[in-house]
């Protein structure tokens, strides 16, 4: 990878690399007991963007790190994100039977099934920032690592967020509550999927890597715009899940508050900032510039 290869090819050879790595870390689906294993296997390989693994990479390719001291990071991030996945579908939260462009786990399997696939992804992920041997790192970043995925996945981050959304059904808040939930909720996660390729280079100056957290707060923020406008916009087939689910649930969102025209300019703003945060680097940040502006551009 180099930072001036075209975004598409480097998200298309991060794709196949954390896919590769993601297929190796899951237990076999023959192993017992299968049928969770298989559930595993099913949520997690085989679709999405990709996009917390294609920032890890971004980022450590932004600061000089080898790309095989990447792979754990990316992979943890990526099963923290996918466990949240399986949850937010079932009946009990958001009650979605699409996710990924095939059915949720839930139900390709069941519900209980569904609740331990996602238990045994989240602890994967913390068995692979603290064992996996790819990952040459002293011990103080090892242990870095899991208190910074630790935080972004609990009550203080992906978890908590995910608790004020739920509660917040049928009640319209203000622009710095809504940007309080999906600081957490969504923003949380990504921010950690920099913060741990930052991890991976001990001798990065304390500078550099708070423009980094400063940009993916930003980046974070401008992806949960971009979603929350996609789901007034696209359509089910394209998103690969429910469209409107927000809208029908009666949550508070970017375009409720603003309006469709708002939150588009609200997104800019973020990504703005991002670019901003990245202003100190030079060449080697330009695929986390592109990819800045993919996220406010996609359309899935």
């Known amino acids: 990878m180099n930072p001036e ?40 390989l085989g679709g999405g963007k990709r996009m917390r693994p294609l920032l890890t990479y971004a980022t450590g390719q932004a600061i000089g790190a080898r790309v095989e001291l990447l792979d754990g990071p990316a992979c943890a ?79 203080a981050g992906m978890v908590g967020g995910q608790a004020i959304d739920l509660d917040s059904v049928g ?38 890597a708070d423009r980094l957290d400063h940009y993916a707060k930003c980046i974070g923020l401008a992806f949960q715009i971009q979603d929350d406008i996609l789901d007034e916009e696209s359509d089910t087939q394209t998103l690969g899940k429910t469209q409107g689910k927000d809208r029908d649930h009666n949550k508070p969102n970017y375009p409720a508050l603003l309006g469709l025209a708002g939150a588009k300019e609200k997104a800019k703003e973020m990504y703005e900032a991002a670019l901003e945060s990245l202003a100190g680097f030079g060449p080697e940040v330009g695929l986390l510039r592109e990819l800045s502006r993919f996220i406010i551009q996609r359309q899935n």
Request: hydrophobic share 45%; charged share 25%; aromatic share 4%.
């Open 5 to 44: 290869q075209p975004l598409s090819d480097f998200m298309q050879s991060c794709q196949e690399r954390v896919e590769r790595a993601l297929d190796a870390r899951l237990p076999a689906a023959d192993r017992m007991p299968e049928r969770l294993h298989q559930a595993m296997r099913y949520a997690v």
């Open 77 to 155: 991030v990526e099963f923290i994100h996918v466990y949240s996945l399986i949850h937010d579908d079932l009946p009990a939260m958001d009650d979605d039977d699409l996710r990924r462009g095939k059915p949720t786990c839930h139900k390709a399997y069941d519900e209980a099934t569904a609740i331990l696939a996602g238990d045994g992804l989240q602890a994967l992920a913390f068995h692979v920032l603290a064992q996996d041997p790819s990952i040459a790192v002293p011990a103080e970043s090892r242990i870095a690592m899991i208190e910074t995925l630790a935080r972004a996945a609990g009550p």
């Open 171 to 208: 009640k319209k808040l203000d622009l710095p509550g809504l940007e309080n939930m999906h600081i957490r909720k969504t923003g949380a996660l990504i921010r950690a999927a920099v913060r741990l390729a930052c991890l991976t280079s001990p001798d990065l100056p304390a500078e550099q």
